[in-house]
C-alpha cells in the first residue's frame, strides 16, 4: 500500500454490511501499524457505536465544513492503538444542503481531508447508502470504493448504476470500484448461482467474501471489531482475506 490512502466503503443500496467491513478493516490496519482514522460519514452512527464513541460533534457538520479547527477538535482515539475516528453526528443528514452552498460542493470532503493525509497512514471513509452531493464528494476523495455486494441480481445491477455513473462523471479520475460479496449464504442457491455467474459479467469482483454468520451479526453486543475479539476463523478469518486482498489491489500487486 503506498504511504496515504483514502479508501470508502460505500455502495448505493443500505443494510448490505458497509459499516462491519470498515471497522473490521480498520481495526485490521491499525494493529498492523497503520495510521487509521475511520470518519463515519453515516448520521446513523453505526460505525462510531462499534467503537464505544458517542455520535456526537460539537457544531454538527455545519460546523466541520466550515472550521478545520472543529474537525481536528472532533476526532477521538478509540481503545485501540493508532486507531482513531470522527463520529457521526445526526446533523449529517443535512451535509447534501450544506455542500451544495458552497462554491466547490463537490471539493469540500478533499480541502478537509488534505491536513490529515498528513497525519494517517489510511483514511477509511464509512459511507451512507445513496447517490448525493456527499457521495459525490466521497467519489473525488477516494482512492478506492469498497462495495459490498450481497449475492442478488439488484445488487449486481446497483454495482453496474455505479460503475456507469462514475465513467460518465468521473472520466478522467474515477475511483478504483473494489467490489465484493457480503453477507453470503453459501446455502442459497440463488446466492451460489449470482457468485459463479457474475465473472462472467466483467465484474472484477475480489475473491474474498464476508459470510452471513451470527457472530458477525453479534458484533453489536460486544460493541467492537469481531477481529479484535472472536476466535471463530469464519469470521475473523474471512474479513482477513479480504483486507489481505485490498491491500494488493491499492499496491499494485493484484
Known sequence: MKLVTTLAVYSIKGGVGKTT????????????????????LDPQGAASFF?????KVKGGGKALLRDQGALDAAIKG?????????????SYRHLDLRL???????????????????EYDLLLLDCPPG??????????????????????????????????????K??????QLLPF?????????????????????????????IPEIDE?????LHRMPITAYAASEMAVGSYRALWREVKLVLSGEW
Open 21 to 40: 467491513t470498515a471497522v473490521n478493516l480498520a481495526y485490521l490496519a491499525a494493529a498492523e501499524g497503520l495510521r487509521t482514522l475511520v470518519w463515519d
Open 51 to 55: 467503537f464505544r464513541i458517542k455520535p
Open 78 to 90: 478509540t481503545d485501540f492503538e493508532r486507531l482513531d475516528l470522527l463520529p457521526a453526528d445526526f
Open 100 to 118: 451544495g452552498q458552497s462554491d466547490k460542493p463537490r471539493r469540500q470532503l478533499e480541502r478537509l481531508l488534505k491536513p490529515l493525509r498528513r
Open 131 to 168: 447517490i448525493s452531493t456527499l457521495s459525490e464528494n466521497v467519489f473525488a476523495v477516494a482512492d478506492a470504493l469498497l462495495v459490498p455486494l450481497i449475492p442478488s441480481t439488484l445488487s449486481i445491477r446497483t454495482l453496474e448504476q455505479l460503475d456507469a455513473f462514475l465513467r460518465e
Open 170 to 175: 468521473m472520466p478522467r479520475r474515477a475511483p
Open 181 to 209: 460479496f457480503s453477507m453470503v449464504d453459501e446455502t442459497k442457491a440463488l446466492h451460489r448461482t449470482i457468485m459463479q455467474d457474475a465473472p462472467r459479467q466483467d465484474l472484477q469482483i475480489l475473491q474474498s467474501p
Open 216 to 220: 458477525i451479526e453479534r458484533m453489536g
